[in-house]
């Protein structure tokens, strides 16, 4: 699947050498790689599986684990203790049952729910964000705003997308310089790890010592702007580069995303060989960049929405097969219902219910096992969330807060986060299969959206009110604490 043309010049991405080529991915990778060895570590079975059905060009991830997993450990600490049922390096506890371990092991590198996706193995979907992406860079030569959710897959889908312009020879730098961002720092950083060799100052009377750094080296050696960084960019020949900024709904500084902007700027003005991807959480690309009408139109905006549920449902087969796994119809759609289109939230929940299957020494996921895991998870969140749900429901003989919440908090899921009362409504029949007066409704949602401490918030659009959840994250405690 190798959409990116070659037009990097001379070079194919073979010619590309380890040493050559500057490897942000080997930022990225580094990273990555971390991620990635965890989740193929012990885990040689998954990569098998999967490698057989998945077309890929893309670099093969080390397969170290096969060895490990046939090995077993003893633990020496006092036996009554609890211990980890494998060591660090894969090995099974001698005493444990080895199968079981087996597949939960396969089950965790497929569902790993806290780390964004780097195999293109596990990755699933998102096929038009890519197609973008790709036109954007290769046919636009634009800057790309990637924004969308927490959660939703941004890192993951620029992980994998990397990869792809990596193997075009395209050199890709990765970082998410957090709130104190400095510009000079960034930007050093990124172009020490392009070899001087793309420089057009480079030429068959240089010497070896000028050919051999980083476009660092072309840096002023204090701190610098975005002009004196688009003339160092403007060197670059034979190669492109991406330039990736994670997380920068987090960068605070005035300073640095005013640069940003003149910088993308800059680049398009000269036509430089470079292009940014900046990805975070934000409702639309003006929230995320700032309003900059003077580069609105060298900047494509994509947005990362939810999952379908297809996809979704593709993510549970994914991490349910290497642990010899299926689900029973009901409990997939109960999956698919609950986690709404959000990847994170459906590989956490599908982790912990496949737990419990394998637990139970089952091979078919029901809903006693979901049911089971929204239960753990529940009580897995902070006791502030505990307490606030306990104390909303004090006063309410006839769960008719209850009722409310849980309908807010599925539509909050399947709306895209923006519901107005009308839909509250009717999801609250939906889900309850009786009718709620819109007077009764609208008090409650008041009563909600009131004080300091309020769990919806109202926002007020031109066409109507709508409402959202103060902090998402509870609208999916309300959904699984609704389940047990
Ligand atoms: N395309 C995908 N296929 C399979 N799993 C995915 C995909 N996208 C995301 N996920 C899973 O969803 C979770 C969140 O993904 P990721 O960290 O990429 O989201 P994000 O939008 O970058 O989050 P944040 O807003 O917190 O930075 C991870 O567990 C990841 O593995
Ligand atoms: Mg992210």
């Not at 597949?103 to 780390?115: G, H, I, K, T």
């Not at 890519?130 to 030569?141: P, Q, T």
């Not at 996809?311 to 796994?325: D, F, H, K, T, Y």
């Amino acid at each position: 699947m190798n959409f990116f043309k070659q037009i990097a010049g001379f070079l194919k991405p073979d010619d590309l050498s380890k040493k050559d080529n500057p490897n942000h991915v080997e930022g990225l990778f580094i990273d990555a790689n971390k991620a990635a060895h965890s989740q193929t570590e012990a885990s040689s079975t998954i990569n098998q599986i999967h490698a057989a059905d998945t077309e890929t060009t893309l670099p093969a991830f080390e397969n170290i684990t096969g060895s490990l997993l046939n090995k077993t450990f003893t633990h020496s600490v006092n036996p009554a203790l609890p211990s980890f049922q494998s060591s660090a390096n894969g090995r099974i506890d001698a005493n444990s049952n080895a199968d079981n371990i087996r597949r939960r092991m396969a089950l965790r590198d497929a569902f790993v729910p806290s780390q964004p996706v780097t195999s293109t193995s596990y990755f699933v979907g998102r096929t038009q964000q890519l197609k973008r992406l790709i036109s954007a860079i290769e046919e636009e030569r634009s800057h790309v705003v990637l924004y969308g959710k927490r959660g939703l897959g941004k890192t993951s889908l620029i992980n994998i997308f990397a990869q792809i312009a990596q193997n075009s020879g395209y050199i890709v730098l990765l970082d998410a310089p957090g709130a104190h961002a400095s510009f000079s720092s960034l930007f050093r950083s990124y172009l020490s790890q392009i070899p001087m060799r793309f420089s057009r100052s480079i030429t068959l009377s240089s010497t070896t010592a000028e050919s051999e750094g980083n476009f660092d080296s072309l840096l002023p050696s204090s701190d610098f702007g975005p002009r004196e960084l688009s003339d160092v960019l403007s060197l670059l020949t034979n190669t492109r580069v991406i330039m990736f900024i994670d997380e920068y709904d987090r960068v605070t500084s005035d300073l640095f995303r005013n640069q940003l902007a003149e910088l993308l700027k800059n680049l398009s003005d000269r036509g430089a060989r470079v292009s940014m991807v900046i990805l975070g959480v934000a409702h639309n690309l003006d929230q995320l960049l700032g309003y900059h009408p003077s580069i609105r139109r060298n900047v494509v905006g994509i947005p990362v929405t939810r999952m379908n549920n297809k996809e979704v449902s593709e993510i549970l087969m994914l991490g349910a097969r290497p642990s010899q796994l299926t689900y029973t119809d009901e409990a997939e759609k109960d999956i698919i219902f609950k986690t709404a289109g959000s990847p994170y939230y459906a590989r956490l929940l599908a982790l912990y219910s496949c737990r419990n299957a394998i637990e139970a020494n089952e091979t078919v996921v029901q809903l006693q096992h979901i049911k089971q895991a929204c239960l753990q998870l529940s009580s897995e969140f902070s006791a502030e969330f505990h307490d606030l749900y306990a104390e909303l429901m004090i006063n309410d003989k006839d769960q008719v807060i209850k009722g409310v919440i849980s309908a807010a908090a599925y539509t909050f899921a399947s709306s895209d986060e923006h519901f107005t009362i009308e839909m509250l409504q009717n999801n609250y029949v939906h889900l309850f299969e009786r009718p709620i007066k819109t007077d009764a409704m609208e008090k409650v949602v008041l009563s909600l959206s009131m004080g300091d401490g309020a769990f919806l918030k109202k926002l007020i659009r031109t066409s109507s009110i709508q409402y959202t959840f103060q902090n998402p994250d509870f609208a999916f405690y309300v959904i699984l604490c609704d389940s047990v």
